[in-house]
């Protein structure tokens, strides 16, 4: 394969829909064997994976729950058996249950902060000892702009794990820096996917596409175009960097009146 990626493998957790799914097809589409993982939706995931492979790329879908280290352990073993090597991670599998921060399930906090948090942990910790022995790898994190101070109600837990991963990637960056080791995230404002359309209904896409400089809601292809620039050579001179690709909500939220 040919592309900005030619040669080089690639983790996608939570890639069997959504934006996973179009960074998984975007890293392939430009060359990258790609790792598809997920937590139940095994067909939506085999659909990925034989997407990539009928336009002549490398896939391989890989079941496991990313807040079990076990898991995710065995899950990298498995992806660095088939492709030999893990040259990027993209860390975007996430949950979002609505809820305030002093009335929200217990069960579900702490779902949020094990996927959320802990699952970026893991795999970090499962996939980085082999780029720190080539000295070469990139590690891409989706947080959100629910972490940059949004209002929408019933999304602080939410917006807490984000924050948190925004912090994890600095901290991250910080310590791998030095074995040659880019760390980026991206913050995603409201993008067409399943996850957003559980928390808004048509209406309500309009009118955060309204809040927007752009004018509309963002595609899962908008934050998988920001994820391989991230992943590429192109920005190997950047890191710690938190990217927000969100048509310019955030920005017109701290304009308006
Ligand atoms: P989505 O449509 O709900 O897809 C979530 C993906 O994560 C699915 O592939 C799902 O797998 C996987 N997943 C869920 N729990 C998992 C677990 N425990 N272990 C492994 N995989 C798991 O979500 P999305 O909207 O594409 O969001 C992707 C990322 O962007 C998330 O980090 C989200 O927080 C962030 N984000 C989204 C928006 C937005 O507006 N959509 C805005 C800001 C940030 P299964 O299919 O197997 O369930």
């Given at each position: 394969m040919t592309g900005r990626l030619a040669g080089k493998s690639a983790l996608v957790t939570g890639?069997?829909?959504g934006i996973g799914r179009a960074t998984a097809l975007l890293l392939a589409r430009e060359g990258a064997a790609v790792a598809v993982n997920y937590a139940e939706r095994g067909d939506a995931a085999e659909e990925v994976i034989a997407t990539i492979r009928q336009a002549g790329g490398q896939a391989l879908a890989l079941r496991a729950d990313v807040a079990s280290q076990p898991e995710v352990a065995a899950m990298v073993t498995q992806a660095l058996d088939a492709f030999?090597?893990?040259d990027v991670l993209v860390n975007n599998a996430a949950v979002s249950h609505p809820g305030n921060l002093l009335t929200l399930d217990e069960a579900r906090l702490d779902e949020m902060i094990g996927v959320n948090l802990k699952g970026v942990v893991h795999c970090c910790r499962a996939a980085t000892p082999g780029m720190i022995e080539r000295r070469s790898g990139k590690i891409v994190n989706i947080a959100s702009i629910a972490a940059l101070g949004t209002a929408l109600p019933d999304t602080t837990p939410y917006a807490m794990t984000k924050a948190a991963v925004i912090t994890l990637t600095k901290r991250l960056a910080l310590e791998l820096g030095p074995h040659g080791i880019n760390v980026n995230a991206i913050c995603p404002g409201f993008i067409r996917t399943e996850m957003a359309a559980a928390s808004v209904d048509e209406r309500g896409f309009e009118a955060i596409a309204g809040k927007a400089m752009l004018g509309r809601i963002g595609r899962p292809e908008d934050i998988a175009a920001a994820a391989l620039f991230l992943a590429?050579?192109?920005?190997?001179?950047?890191?710690?960097q938190i990217l927000t690709v969100d048509g310019g909500r955030t920005d017109f939220l701290s304009h308006s009146g």
């Open positions: 890639a069997s829909r030999g090597r893990l590429s050579d192109e920005a190997a001179f950047i890191t710690a």
